[in-house]
């Protein structure tokens, strides 16, 4: 199994930044995709932004510009730099990979746990 550690969220004024850390460990034999994924109160889960293995990115429209993210390979690991944090900003983030856990798996997606981030003044 893959596991996912997140860090980094918190309460910031509008304009304010943030980066959030998100840490796979455990049984991976690779990673294909590693991403942000974010939730509000009533409102669906959006994908924020993801990062492929050949370094490819996609970002929301309403976060491009503001939000970069990055990833270390080789310590499994994956940021999202956000900067000028809004209000609609407000959500719960999560952390997603799409990984196999051994060379005679497919691969399959996990998640962290979340992690809140609150832009209010």
């Known amino acids: 199994q893959v596991q996912l550690v997140e860090s980094g969220g918190g309460a910031v004024q509008p304009g304010g930044s943030l980066r959030l850390s998100c840490v796979a460990s455990?049984?991976?034999?690779?990673?294909?995709?590693m991403g942000w994924y974010r939730q509000a109160p009533g409102r669906q889960r959006e994908l924020v932004a993801r990062v492929t293995d050949g370094g490819d990115t996609n970002y929301e429209a309403s976060v491009k510009g503001r939000f970069t993210i990055s990833r270390d390979y080789a310590k499994n690991t994956v940021y999202l730099q956000m900067n000028s944090l809004r209000p609609e900003d407000t959500a719960v983030y999560y952390c997603?990979?799409?990984?196999?856990?051994?060379?005679?798996?497919?691969?399959?997606?996990?998640w962290g746990q979340g992690t809140q981030v609150t832009v209010s003044s």
């Open positions: 455990g049984s991976i034999f690779s990673i294909n995709i």
């Open positions: 997603n990979t799409r990984a196999r856990p051994s060379r005679f798996s497919a691969p399959l997606d996990y």
